[in-house]
Nanobody, 120 residues
Framework: QVQLVESGGGLVQAGGSLRLSCAASGSFASINVMGWYRQASGKQRELVATITSGYTNYADSAKGRFTISRDNAKNTVYLQMNSLKPEDTAVYYC???????????????WGQGTQVTVSS
């Protein structure tokens, strides 16, 4: 199994910054994709950013403001969020697509979520 533990959420004023972290642990052979999703109250969960060894992908709303990075040695993914807006308020979920040790197939895993609140 893979366990994802998030940290770094909180309350911030519009225009401010936050850095989210997510550390993966467990018995896995490899983590192919790591990323961040978010879900605002009353809305669907949406992709924010993902990262592989050679590729990053951002939602249009995140481009130019958010930066995703990954420390493969530590199995940790980060999301640097700058110029935050009230519209960014949501629960942010860490995501990983991982192949378990001894298995060919990979699976999707989710963290517990961390609240980000941006005040105006």
């Amino acid at each position: 199994q893979v366990q994802l533990v998030e940290s770094g959420g909180g309350l911030v004023q519009a225009g401010g910054s936050l850095r989210l972290s997510c550390a993966a642990s467990g018995s896995f052979a490899s983590i192919n994709v790591m990323g961040w999703y978010r879900q605002a109250s009353g809305k669907q969960r949406e992709l924010v950013a993902t990262i592989t060894s050679g590729y990053t992908n951002y939602a249009d709303s995140a481009k130019g403001r958010f930066t995703i990075s990954r420390d493969n040695a530590k199995n940790t993914v980060y999301l640097q969020m700058n110029s935050l807006k009230p519209e960014d308020t949501a629960v942010y979920y860490c995501y990983a697509k991982a192949a378990l040790t001894g298995w060919i197939l990979d699976y999707n895993y989710w963290g517990q979520g961390t609240q980000v609140t941006v005040s105006s």
